[in-house]
């Protein structure tokens, strides 16, 4: 390489690592420092790529958005009942335990936006990432009702309250909540789903 100068990693490698560092050490510990040691660059190159740890933050969780959509869309693509894959749209949404990377990554974006005052631009974007995750269970819940399988609701309201009730549940999870597991939540939400929303045989 000329002059000996080593290349900056692709962002993506950058998005990666950040999410890898909480993941494995806690969002606590991922300063741009701490980054920059595990990517090869200096702190003062990471801001200039990302301008401040909001963005960085902010972008970091774009990007394993982008690969949760992904895998959303392979599972509400599959030849399965509407009921099967609505079960695993809420298996992906639920946190996995307590401290879940990418839902300790949100409560932080959610609580930095809400504290950035003016900036709506990072709310547009995470506006953008729950439309996303709207729109897929509004189109699953409107073919499940045309096919019979579920009750007949407004599919849009619907969702709503449903990612509502996800959301409350998931923050329990996240924080490590006593009393309140992943398990439970599961039930939970499975039973709600099977008093509202199921077509009686």
């Known amino acids: 390489m000329a002059g000996g100068r080593r290349q900056a990693p692709p962002r993506e490698d950058v998005l990666a690592?950040?999410?890898?560092?909480?993941?494995?050490?806690g969002l606590e510990k991922?300063?741009?420092?701490?980054?920059?040691?595990?990517?090869?660059?200096?702190?003062?190159?990471?801001?200039?790529?990302?301008?401040?740890?909001?963005?960085?933050?902010?972008?970091?969780l774009e990007w394993s958005e982008g690969r949760l959509g992904a895998e959303r869309a392979r599972?509400?693509?599959?030849?399965a009942p509407a009921r099967e894959r609505l079960d695993a749209y809420v298996d992906l949404y639920v946190p996995d335990g307590h401290r879940d990377p990418h839902w300790t990554l949100w409560l932080e974006v959610w609580n930095r936006s809400r504290n950035a005052a003016g900036d709506t631009d990072a709310r547009d974007r995470q506006a953008a990432i729950e439309g996303a995750?709207?729109?897929d269970l509004v189109a699953l819940?409107?073919?499940?009702?045309?096919?019979?399988?579920?009750r007949r609701v407004d599919p849009d309201p619907f969702a709503a309250r449903l990612r509502a009730l996800l959301d409350g549940f998931s923050i329990h999870v996240a924080v490590g909540l006593r009393g309140t597991d992943r398990e439970q939540v599961l039930r939970h939400v499975?039973?709600?789903?099977?008093?509202?929303?199921?077509?009686?045989?």
């Open 17 to 25: 690592a950040a999410m890898g560092m909480i993941a494995e050490r």
């Open 30 to 60: 991922l300063t741009m420092a701490a980054l920059g040691r595990e990517v090869g660059m200096s702190s003062g190159h990471l801001l200039y790529y990302f301008h401040s740890k909001d963005e960085l933050l902010l972008r970091t």
């Open 75 to 79: 599972l509400l693509a599959r030849a």
């Open 133 to 135: 995750w709207h729109r």
């Open 141 to 150: 819940l409107a073919e499940g009702t045309s096919r019979g399988e579920f």
């Open 190 to 201: 499975g039973a709600f789903l099977a008093g509202s929303l199921l077509a009686p045989r």
